[in-house]
Structures are given as C-alpha cells and as structure tokens.
C-alpha cells in the first residue's frame, strides 16, 4: 500500500499534483476541501457548518473532520493506497490518521511537502478566486488561512520528520518539474 500525505500551505499545488500522482500510482484521493465544498454545494447539515469555519479561514474542530476522514475511509473501493489531500492539518489529525490506518494494517509511507514562498501563495490564491470565485479566495480569507497554516499546519513537519516520513519538494518551477521530483521521491521509497 502507498498511502502519500500531500502536504503545503494553501495554493501550494497539493491539488494539481494529487491528480497527477494519482494517475501515475493508481491511487484513491481524499481531499478533505472537496469533500466540505460538496457538502456545501449540496446543502447539507454538515456544509451549513462546514461553511461558517470555511468563509472565516478556520478549520474544522479536529473531532468532526476525523469523523468525515473515517467514513470516507470506510466508504473506499480497495486500491493501491491513499492520497490524503488537506488532511491531516493538526497534530491530533495526524495522530488520528495513524491510528486509521494502522487499525487496516497499513501506515503513512510518505508525507510530501510542497514548500512555496508566502508571495507566491498570495498570488496564485488571488488568481484562483479571479478564475474560480472559490469565496475563501480573497485577500482577507488568505491572511487568515496562512496564519492557521503557520501556526496550527506547520508543525507537522516537525512530526513527520520525528516519523521518519517527511520528503521536502520544491513547490517552485514547472508543474512538470516539480512532479517528476515527486515522482523520484516516490519510487525511491
Ligand atoms: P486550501 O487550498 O486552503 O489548502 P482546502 O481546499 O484543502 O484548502 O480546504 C479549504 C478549507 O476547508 C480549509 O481552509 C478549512 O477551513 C477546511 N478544511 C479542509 N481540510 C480540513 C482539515 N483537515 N481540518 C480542518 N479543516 C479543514
């Protein structure tokens, strides 16, 4: 099982290179972000909720986004292995993700992170509320998003190292570039 943490700040290219790595590897994708913009587009309980963290740049409380991981988890056709995209963001999601998945025999095998100047985030985070009106893509909503990063996210470099699992990737370049890096650190696992 090859089961990849993609890891980076908001508008580090987590989402982009998911979908590549996900065709090369045959992998399964959770992305806990799309998981909660359906929830709200659906207007559920769950994205009524979802929404108020979500429009405040906040995350969810650790307990209801381990709950949604889990189900998802569960609901998954059997595959190669997992990418977890946007999730774990804080050191009991992390935790928690640990105990998932070694309660199915497995664990993570890698965390890839995707390392991207502060600058850059804001100018492609701008860009994609222009292109996409994604609503958490405005210049007030990214302040706060990279704050949480910085101080709640962040950390868990600091603990994958510690797991023997962090892989740094240079989230600068060409898309092509910075997958085939990915892919190396992939294959030489
Ligand atoms: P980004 O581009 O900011 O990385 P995502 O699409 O991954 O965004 O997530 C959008 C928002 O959904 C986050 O800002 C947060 O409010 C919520 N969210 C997503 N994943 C999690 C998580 N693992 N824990 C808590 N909140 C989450």
Do not use: W
Not at 67 to 80: F, P, T, W, Y
Not at 138 to 165: A, C
């Amino acid at each position: 099982m090859l089961n990849i943490v993609i890891f980076g700040a908001p508008g580090s290219g987590k989402g982009t290179q998911s979908e590549r790595i996900i065709e090369k590897f045959g992998l399964n994708h959770i992305s806990t972000g799309d998981v909660l913009r359906a929830e709200i587009k659906n207007e559920t309980a769950l994205g009524k909720t979802a929404k108020g963290y979500i429009d405040q740049g906040q995350l969810l409380p650790d307990e209801l986004i381990i709950n949604i991981l889990a189900s998802v988890l569960d609901g998954m056709k059997e595959s190669k292995g997992v990418i977890f995209d946007g999730f774990p963001r804080t050191i009991p999601q992390a935790e928690a993700l640990k105990v998932m998945l070694n309660e199915r025999g497995q664990d993570v095998s890698v965390m890839l992170d995707l390392d991207v100047p502060e600058e850059e985030l804001v100018t492609r985070l701008l860009k994609r509320g222009e292109e996409c009106g994604r609503a958490d893509d405005n210049m007030e909503t990214i302040k706060k998003r990279l704050l949480v990063y910085n101080t709640q996210t962040s950390p868990l470099k600091e603990y994958y190292k510690k797991e023997g699992k962090y892989q740094y990737i240079k989230g600068l370049g060409t898309m092509e570039g910075i997958f085939s890096d990915i892919v190396s650190a992939v294959e030489s696992l």
